[in-house]
């Protein structure tokens, strides 16, 4: 089975700060279609999760461009440049190319 | 507006059933492959199952495999999960998702 290891696994930044996280597999996402179904997604207090970024690096409908994902292979990284008060919450990396996985998830508390 | 609407959960005793639907709208149900994902008490998320738009394929991790059945009506728009022989490790809250649109979760306890 497919290990997503997220790190950190806290994050505490300030208003404005920019910030990352890393998402490494234990196996290549690249799919035999060409495609990486690498994704992340945030979950807010009491709520469902929500789609950031999908196919590592395109932004979903309606999310802020001041999230962005990159990477390929095994590693990954979302990046929030400019972290505003309403990103606090738990950040997944999911994959899809092989059944479905999600890291362990990322805490983004602020300062 | 897309709209996932988990319903059937609540709590039952290890080694009964249960069984969970989602109400799709908003999109063409039939389309999609859709999941479940479920999420323990102050854990993190877990995929449970996968089946494809048609209902021919279908996918489970194997600790629910042979006791969590997922199915589709496509003419209904609907998802579900039919959940046997309930263990403890079972209880969480659990997601429909299409993967770019996630329901509100229903909560399944199993406990005496």
């Known amino acids: 089975d497919v290990v997503l290891t997220q790190t950190p696994p806290t994050l505490s930044a300030t208003i404005g700060q920019s910030v990352s996280i890393s998402c490494r597999s234990s196996?290549?996402?690249?799919?035999?279609?060409?495609?990486?179904?690498l994704h992340w997604l945030l979950q807010r207090p009491g709520q469902s999760p929500q789609l950031l970024i999908y196919?590592?690096?395109r932004l979903e409908s309606g999310v802020p461009n001041r999230f962005s994902g990159s990477g390929s292979g095994t590693d990954f990284t979302l990046k929030i440049s400019g972290v505003e008060a309403e990103d606090l919450g738990v950040y997944y990396c999911v994959q899809g190319t092989h059944a479905l996985t999600f890291g362990s998830g990322t805490k983004l508390e602020i300062k | 507006e897309v709209q996932l609407v988990e319903s059937g959960g609540g709590l039952v005793q290890p080694g009964r059933s249960m069984k969970l639907s989602c109400a799709a709208s908003?999109?063409?149900?039939?389309?999609?492959?859709m999941a479940w994902v479920r999420q323990a008490p102050t854990k993190g998320l877990e995929w449970v199952a996968t089946?494809?738009?048609?209902?021919?394929?279908?996918y489970y991790r194997d600790s629910v495999k042979g006791r969590f059945t997922i199915s589709r009506d496509n003419a209904k728009s609907t998802l579900y999960l039919q959940m046997n022989s309930l263990r403890s490790e079972d209880t969480a809250t659990y997601y429909c998702?299409?993967?770019?649109?996630w329901g509100q979760g229903v909560m399944v306890t199993v406990s005496s």
């Open positions: 196919l590592v690096s």
């Open positions: 089946i494809s738009y048609d209902g021919s394929s279908t």
């Open positions: 196996q290549s996402l690249l799919h035999s279609n060409g495609n990486t179904y």
């Open positions: 998702t299409r993967g770019s649109y």
């Open positions: 908003g999109f063409t149900f039939s389309n999609y492959g």
